[in-house]
């Protein structure tokens, strides 16, 4: 069985108890349906005797058999259908947690970023469904045909033989199609993937592309994956509409010879009108199910392409890993130790053989050139990443040793980008820790400044931010972040240049939240602006991944060195 199959067949599993009904009435439907074509013979024998109670009884015989095909073949598909349904969705659900779950690294080098990734859980998912929905006809199908090949062995054997030479060559040309079409519909899917990129990308940075009048380069980008998309996906159509014209001729010669045959048959007075009608029904009959059979085992071969795209991302092994026996993350921890870490992004060395020291309820402040590795130490820290030697440490204890979840639940993280979840202003703040109650949003927020400006919004906490906070500005973002915050309450905090993005004046509320934020805890701040980390317990200075100074703001200015250089450029006017 080829291993793409059987790892659908895998995800089909739990619903074996409708599998079965789905089997059963499959066959019972196979089975009446190529009864009621062999009932033709008997439909044309009634009439002939002339015999009332006959015809009676063969005609309550055929309107059963209809009642019983109708009734099984509404059930066998509309039971496969929401099966489909349901398998689709579980492969949407574990994509969309392998994504949650990967770390950054993951994010940051996937090729065609998270368009690319979007492609994988909409395209590819789409295709094994409509594979799924076709999984009924590779069952339904080939039993009406042995049903139906068995009335024609019923009605002339030696005929049905002869008809039979031909099967091998059917078999021969399908596999050559199935073969080519393997190839382009993973062409196909892999380009359609930058197709979704390309368009994710406009929609992302529209307001860039507008202001530096990049929109027709835009435009030419996506005319030129979407011509080489058609190009592909016509050589997928020609394929697949190649093999209903030939079978279609193939069953028109076969009726012809049938007719041929019989018309000298029943000359010779060797069959009867009601044999030749049965035999050609059951003839037209078996083509429905070859072609049924030809487009779902096309439909199979794009399934299997899809389904080995979606493992790719659901096999992969994640580079975070979780330790088997996981130590709870300590109550009273007195420090987080940087011990002597090497990082890089592919070829760019960011940390240098890094150590640092970090006492519970310090406030240090990273400041450094971009590229200097500030921000990469917080995502250390929170292992969104796992350095490439050297370790980090709460009270001597690795970070590894630790449920990823354990470790962030007790950091908390306020960004120059707030992302704001496309709900309420109320659901957002209470994201912060969904195991508290709700009522307690409103005290958060007045402790970030936030309360003022949520009270003037039209349903005030349950007006909707839009998509990424899109319906605030960018003040009003930072403070339901940090209200976001206040409601996690994690004992060690990260500001990653919360202020950097501000005009003044949104500047000072939010600074005004943030340093209530920081009251009793371990706060490391990143930040481009001096002015707000003056009061840090440590400034640590960073050049090339390396510390080069670290000392108070007052102490790094009397020694003139980066630190002082750094202020004296920011206090030119």
């Known amino acids: 069985m080829i291993p793409e199959i059987r790892k659908v067949l895998i995800e089909v599993k739990p619903h074996w108890k409708r599998v079965a009904v789905i089997g059963a009435t499959g066959l019972i ?22 015999n009332v109670a006959v015809i009676q009884n063969v005609t309550i015989t055929v309107l059963m058999l209809a009642f019983t095909v109708a009734v099984c073949r509404y059930f066998h598909i509309y039971l ?18 392998k994504f949650l779950n990967m770390d950054l690294k993951f994010h940051a080098e996937y090729a065609s970023g998270s368009g690319g990734l979007m492609s994988r859980i909409m395209n590819d998912i789409k295709v094994i469904q409509d594979g799924l929905r076709m999984v009924a006809d590779i069952f339904r199908e080939p039993l009406l045909a042995i049903f139906l090949v068995i009335n024609l062995f019923n009605l002339n054997a030696k005929l049905t033989m002869s008809l039979f030479l031909i099967l091998p060559f059917i078999i021969l040309f399908l596999r050559q199609i199935s073969k080519s079409l393997r190839k382009y519909v993973l062409h196909g899917q892999e380009n359609l993937e930058k197709i979704t990129s390309t368009i994710k990308e406009s929609l992302d940075g529209v307001r860039t592309i507008q202001s530096f009048n990049l929109e027709k380069t835009l435009n030419n980008k996506l005319l030129k994956e979407t011509d080489f998309y058609f190009e592909i996906r016509k050589k997928v ?3 697949l509409e190649i093999m209903g014209p030939v079978t279609e001729f193939i069953a028109t010669c076969i009726i012809l010879s049938i007719f041929f045959y019989f018309g000298s048959e029943v000359a010779k007075g060797q069959a009867t009108v009601g044999e030749v009608l049965a035999y050609i029904a059951s003839m037209l009959a078996v083509n429905q199910p070859i072609k049924k059979f030809q487009e ?15 493992h790719e991302i659901i096999d992969q092994p994640s580079d975070l890993l979780q330790p088997e026996k996981p130590l709870p993350f300590p109550q009273n921890w007195q420090q987080i130790e940087f011990k002597n870490v090497f990082f890089s992004y592919g070829d760019q060395t960011v940390l240098k053989n890094f150590s640092m020291v970090i006492r519970r309820g310090e406030k ?28 980090i440490l709460i009270d001597s204890i690795p970070l590894k040793n630790f449920s990823v979840a354990d470790l962030r639940k007790n950091i908390g993280l306020v960004s120059q980008d707030v992302f704001l979840l496309r709900d309420t202003v109320e659901n957002n703040i209470w994201s912060g820790d969904f195991s508290k109650p709700k009522d307690l949003v409103e005290s958060m927020a007045k402790k970030a400044y936030a309360h003022d400006f ?22 009003e973002k930072q403070r339901v972040g940090i209200a976001r915050a206040f409601f996690k309450d994690a004992p060690i905090l990260i500001l990653d240049e919360a202020t950097s993005a501000l005009d003044s004046k949104s500047e000072e509320q939010v600074q005004k939240g943030l340093n209530s934020l920081m009251e009793g805890r371990t706060v490391i701040v990143i930040a481009h602006r001096l002015s707000t980390i003056q009061n840090c317990d440590r400034i640590v200075v960073l050049r090339n991944g390396e510390i080069v100074e670290v000392g108070t703001h007052e102490f790094l200015i009397r020694s003139k060195g980066e630190y002082y250089k750094f202020h004296q450029l920011q206090s030119q006017p």
């Open 29 to 50: 439907y196979a089975a009446c349906y190529a009864k009621l074509m062999y009932m033709i013979k008997d439909i044309e024998a009634s009439f002939r005797s002339g």
């Open 80 to 97: 496969m259908n929401i099966t489909a349904e349901q398998v689709v969705n579980q492969f949407r659900q574990k994509l969309q947690s």
């Open 237 to 239: 159509h020609s394929r």
């Open 296 to 310: 779902s085992y096309v439909r199979i071969q794009e399934t299997v392409v899809s389904t080995r795209r979606i």
């Open 364 to 391: 240090i402040a990273l400041v450094g050139e971009s590229g200097s590795g500030k921000s990469t130490i917080a995502n250390l820290l929170e292992r969104f990443y796992d350095p490439a030697s050297g370790e």
């Open 454 to 475: 949520i009270s003037k919004l039209t349903l005030q906490y349950q007006s909707p931010v839009g998509e990424r906070g899109g319906s605030l500005s960018g003040g």
